[in-house]
């Protein structure tokens, strides 16, 4: 075994008790351990959780199904058709790892960093959201969730509706449901949230928030129309609203998409948009480097709440996401992402075609990392998605990105955490034997 195998080894076994690690004399057993006690008895837990909960508004259970089929790995041999981020052969490991290494050699690296982030990241993330935005109006949180989770607790008080896109994230209904806040579902169409409807359901439940994805929106894969946007800042500012843009995956476009629009925070002078953007998705699933801005009172409660939950991002992090969008090895890394995804978004797509036509695909998407599959009428999704674990790929159901009744069964087939084309040929493969089971 090398050094190094050896060094991990014994680091293991010292992280686990076993072994007792004395510099310059050697590795030894640790003394035994004492027996563990007893477990305890904590059935006292289901009444103290749910004590008064008949008054509650909205349930106080929180359901992460919907978030941990994207999160969790699949068994080793299933294919990934239901991740939620790159494959790692598609993260820049390299330039991370460089990036990481500069920043802990920064002066002050290691100290405490401003609460509202390094003006410099806040600098370069209010120029990448564009328009009059300043690095004043931005903030450093820790990833999109996080920065969601702020956003929705800043401008909606427990007990209110919220109005969501239909389909939308689930992570996003299990943040909203999770703060006491009970989300209306708005349909969307090939071309984003259809105005009409927005401004009707802005009427029926007065409310105050709508969280949107204007760009390549999850999981359609829809852009909202040139003409619509002015609409949709419109309507929310009539209804004295607010708009939480989640632009999740401006940084995962594929190489033929065309000039992207600008964000809806660009196009904002009312203050109506709290936008959230990230690094996460262009870069690694632990990478949680995102950024809120807001202009007016709004700004204000986010950074408390922020200051709170959290006090601050740390510093490391914030100096290795400085170095790295700001290294030559960074334009490099997107257009090589760019170039990749769509390469994996036509493979997916012509497998499909070629082996599963009664598969719905209405709407095929120039950025992003998955497709979004409408099913035949009566197709149990739960029935489908077990038949196609048992095949070898794992995939991830409609039912849990509707805030109410769905309209049909769905599938999200996600082509980018997956090793390579060649998987991607094999899962779909796969996906046929699942459906000559199952349809």
Not at 3 to 14: C, E, G, I, K, W
Not at 165 to 170: D, F, G, I
Not at 355 to 382: K, N
Request: net charge neutral; with cysteine.
């Amino acid at each position: 075994m090398s050094p190094v195998t050896v060094s991990r080894a014994l680091a293991q076994l010292a992280a686990e008790g076993l072994v007792v690690t004395r510099p310059g004399a050697g590795a030894f057993r640790a003394r035994p351990r004492t027996a563990a006690e007893p477990a305890g008895d904590t059935s006292w837990q289901e009444v103290a959780l749910s004590a008064d909960g008949a008054a509650d508004l909205v349930p106080r259970t929180v359901d992460a199904s919907g978030v941990t089929i994207c999160l969790a790995a699949p068994a080793p041999g299933v294919l990934e058709f239901n991740g939620g981020y790159p494959h790692p052969c598609l993260q820049p490991e390299r330039a991370m790892a460089a990036a990481l290494a500069r920043a802990g050699r920064r002066p002050g690296a290691w100290g405490r960093p401003p609460l509202e982030g390094l003006p410099e990241l806040r600098e370069w993330f209010a120029r990448d959201i564009g328009g009059a935005v300043t690095a004043a109006e931005v903030l450093i949180a820790a990833g999109g969730q996080s920065a969601l989770a702020t956003a929705l607790r800043a401008v909606a008080p427990p007990g209110v509706q919220v109005l969501v896109e239909s389909p939308t994230y689930p992570g996003m209904l299990a943040l909203a449901r999770s703060a006491g806040l009970r989300p209306v579902p708005v349909p969307v169409d090939r071309d984003g949230v259809r105005p009409d409807l927005l401004a009707d359901a802005f009427r029926a439940t007065g409310a105050r928030v709508f969280v949107c994805q204007p760009l390549f929106q999850n999981p359609t894969g829809a852009v909202l129309a040139p003409d619509r946007r002015a609409e949709v800042l419109r309507i929310a500012r009539a209804a004295g609203a607010f708009v939480i843009e989640d632009d999740y995956v401006r940084r995962l476009v594929h190489a033929d998409a065309g000039p992207l629009p600008r964000t809806l925070a660009a196009d904002d002078q009312d203050g109506v948009v709290v936008h959230v953007g990230s690094l996460t998705k262009a870069t690694s699933p632990s990478f949680r480097v995102a950024a809120l801005a807001a202009r007016g009172p709004v700004l204000e409660r986010l950074r408390a709440i922020q200051v709170v939950d959290s006090f601050f991002v740390p510093r490391p992090l914030q100096e290795a996401a400085l170095e790295l969008v700001g290294s030559p090895a960074w334009p490099r890394h997107l257009r090589a992402l760019s170039a990749e995804l769509k390469t994996r978004r036509d493979t997916m797509t012509t497998e499909l075609a070629r082996r599963l036509p009664e598969l719905a695909l209405p709407h095929i998407p120039s950025g992003g990392y998955h497709l979004w599959l409408r099913l035949p009428d009566g197709t149990e999704e739960t029935a489908l998605t077990a038949a196609a674990l048992r095949a070898g790929v794992a995939l991830t159901p409609g039912r849990p990105y509707f805030s109410a009744e769905p309209p049909a069964p769905h599938l999200r087939l996600s082509f980018a955490a997956v090793a390579g084309t060649g998987e991607i040929t094999e899962g779909v493969r796969r996906l046929r034997t699942a459906c000559d089971e199952v349809l």
